[in-house]
């Protein structure tokens, strides 16, 4: 059965995002966050393709992500450590835990665990042990592939950054860790002595542009795209949606699409958004609903029920459009997509 919504999917446009960012990286190896199923757009696929371009390192939030992995043979960290549930898991798999506190490192050496990550607080003060545990002693005769941290503000110019890029490489030493790690995508951009030994970047992998100088580099990977479920004619001084928030200054072609917020196509669209055919821009008019959506198609006089039409999602813009985050963007799509990759 065919879907009246879906998504078509850019892999070369994903591939060549990794691979400028790859460039961007200079010596450092480039990862991929591929947490959040590839950030919404399907993780088996997006894997594929990151590794088909080069990609050998990769990033999960949770031990079910791990599971869902494509079994290829490639990198895999856990960013969120172990728990004592997913003791088991961490032991079995060939996935390593990034540890991110006292007791999971605790909980680690004492069920003999091998090769781990570690994640160092430098500033977020969200997951990681301190660096004054690091100098203290805590990871010691640990076997620690990668030392990372994360930037709190690495998509504006702050003082922070700098800062931590200082703190993480002062601890370079303390323990045995085979690398060092801090930039994300727009860590990247921030200069090559953010790169350190390794990069990971996730929003930029998949169309986003975090930081200006990645404007010109990232190309857009996800297109929606939807049917027109019936198309209508509102007279002048009628009104369209959910508390009649468009009212008609003419007589206006109307088409209805099969996309709402439920969809992950939120409110904040509401008169704000717009779609495309052929070219031409056609406004979205009043309030998103859950399930559709009505746009003005008075200049697009041959679009009938049964055609498709491209919802304008280019990340940057339609973030400035709706007051959402690039990142709220991508992984709030729903899975009614029929989510199409093309090569």
């Excluded at 999917?9 to 190896?29: E, F, I, T, Y």
């Excluded at 369209?240 to 072609?253: I, L, P, Q």
């Excluded at 198609?297 to 009938?304: D, H, N, S």
């Amino acid at each position: 059965m065919s879907a009246p919504l879906r998504l078509r999917l850019d892999g070369a446009a994903l591939a060549a995002n990794w691979q400028a960012l790859d460039r961007l990286s200079g010596s450092a190896a480039c990862g991929a966050a591929v947490k959040a199923d590839a950030y919404g757009l399907g993780v088996a696929q997006a894997v594929t393709m990151l590794a088909n371009a080069g990609c050998r390192e990769f990033f999960v939030a949770t031990w079910d992500e791990a599971a869902a992995f494509p079994p290829f043979g490639l990198s895999l960290s856990v960013l969120h450590g172990i728990r004592e549930a997913d003791l088991a898991a961490a032991l079995a798999g060939p996935a390593r835990p990034v540890l991110n506190t006292a007791a999971q490192v605790a909980r680690w050496r004492q069920a003999g665990g091998g090769m781990c990550d570690v994640m160092v607080d430098t500033g977020m003060n969200r997951l990681g042990v301190s660096a004054a545990e690091v100098r203290e002693g805590l990871l010691d005769g640990l076997g620690i592939d990668t030392l990372m941290s994360h930037l709190v503000s690495a998509d504006e110019d702050s003082p922070r950054n700098a800062g931590q890029r200082d703190a993480l490489a002062a601890i370079r030493d303390a323990t045995g860790a085979r690398r060092l790690s801090l930039a994300n995508s727009a860590g990247i951009a921030l200069g090559r002595d953010y790169a350190f030994d390794l990069t990971r970047p996730g929003l930029a992998l998949y169309g986003g542009v975090p930081r200006g100088e990645l404007a010109d580099i990232v190309r857009q990977v996800v297109f929606p795209e939807a049917e027109i479920l019936q198309r209508r004619r509102v007279a002048i001084g009628d009104t369209v949606g959910y508390n009649a928030t468009w009212t008609a200054t003419a007589d206006t072609e109307v088409a209805i699409l099969n996309i709402g917020y439920a969809d992950g196509y939120l409110r904040g669209f509401s008169g704000r958004g717009t779609v495309s055919v052929d070219g031409v821009l056609l406004p979205v008019l009043g309030r998103v609903s859950m399930d559709l959506i009505a746009v003005d198609v008075t200049f697009a006089p041959r679009l009938a029920e049964g055609d498709w039409v491209s919802i304008d999602y280019a990340l940057p813009a339609a973030a400035a459009s709706s007051g959402l985050s690039q990142y709220e963007l991508l992984t709030g799509l729903g899975s009614r997509f029929d989510r199409r990759w093309t090569a």
